[in-house]
């Protein structure tokens, strides 16, 4: 999310309208061994990516996903929006409740 028009029209949207952000961790990189090939889709832009993995194992993998997650979490922060990372196998309702809960505090 590095556009500046994209973060210009979502902050102005956050600060008409209640929004909120939900992260979707979905990949289970302990299930990956070896060689992984990711294919990343760019919304603002709609290009596809395909990154090949292989021999590098599932620690970069995880390190890039991470970095992607912080750059939009913090953009999104940026412009207003609260944001909760749902994981697998985590307690996504005690996530979305506290996420909510950021909606009477305000």
């Given amino acids: 999310m590095t ?20 992260w979707l961790s979905a990949m289970d990189l302990t299930a990956c061994a070896g060689d992984v090939i990711v294919e990343l889709a760019e919304p603002e832009s709609g290009r596809f990516v395909s990154l090949a993995m292989l021999g590098r194992g599932t620690s970069q993998l995880a390190a890039v996903i991470h970095a992607h997650g912080v750059r939009t979490s913090e953009a999104l ?3 207003r929006v609260p944001v909760a990372e749902l994981k697998p196998r985590g307690d996504y309702l005690a996530g979305l409740a506290k996420l909510l809960a950021q909606r009477r505090r305000r």
């Fill in 3 to 22: 556009d500046p028009g994209v973060r210009k029209l979502l902050a102005a949207c956050a600060r008409k309208h209640d929004l909120r952000a939900v």
């Fill in 77 to 79: 922060r940026s412009c």
